[in-house]
């Protein structure tokens, strides 16, 4: 009995502590990113940058965000920098990527601002991708349906929207906020 007590103790202290642990970047507050089978992979071309566009559906203090990316080639660095409206840089980060397998929905790659930043829901903002890196490929869902153009949408990126240049895309990178 009394081992049976000490490995119950034992797994809830594990289960708090991971729990404890997947917090750590803060709270999620959105996140676009469907099932592995319903999403592709998007290979950077060289002075190419994606964008993610995003609409807040509330006021939020954003501590990090969530890519899915894979990178089958060399390490190297990719900058992000967080923009709103007009233009102006809100953050901006530049971390290594390293050698990542190309897997079905890629893998989850989190970044965290070095401050927090204040997010209106009244703005679009913009999450710039730089690389210069040849192999790394950011996974993206369809975001447009047949009957989009049928429903009441309260935002236009409301789900977000990828943009490469200035052409909006129909898909969007599944990213999440925290």
């Known amino acids: 009995m009394k081992f049976y007590f000490k490995l119950m103790l034992i797994s809830v202290m594990l ?11 803060g709270d999620r507050f959105f996140e676009y990113a469907p099932d592995a089978w319903q999403s592709q992979r998007y290979l950077i071309t060289y002075g190419a940058t994606p964008y993610q566009l995003f609409d807040p559906p509330a006021d939020f203090t954003m501590v990090g965000f969530d890519l899915w990316v894979d990178n089958t080639g060399s390490p190297g660095p990719v900058t992000f920098t967080l923009t709103n409206a007009d233009g102006n840089t809100l953050a901006a980060k530049t ?16 970044i965290d601002w070095s ?6 829901a009244s703005q679009t903002y913009a999450l710039e991708i730089y690389t210069n890196l ?5 996974y993206y869902a369809q975001r447009i349906s047949l009957v989009e153009h049928n429903r009441d949408y309260s935002s236009l990126y409301a789900l977000g929207a990828a943009r490469l240049g200035s052409a909006i895309q129909s898909f969007t990178f599944k990213f999440a906020l925290y």
Not at 15 to 25: G, K, L, N, Q, Y
């Open 95 to 110: 971390v290594t990527i390293v050698t990542t397998p190309s897997y079905p929905g890629g893998t989850k790659r989190h």
């Open 134 to 138: 040849p192999e790394m490929g950011l």
């Open 15 to 25: 289960i708090s502590t991971s729990t404890t642990r997947a917090s750590a970047h």
């Open 115 to 120: 401050a927090p930043v204040n997010l209106s």
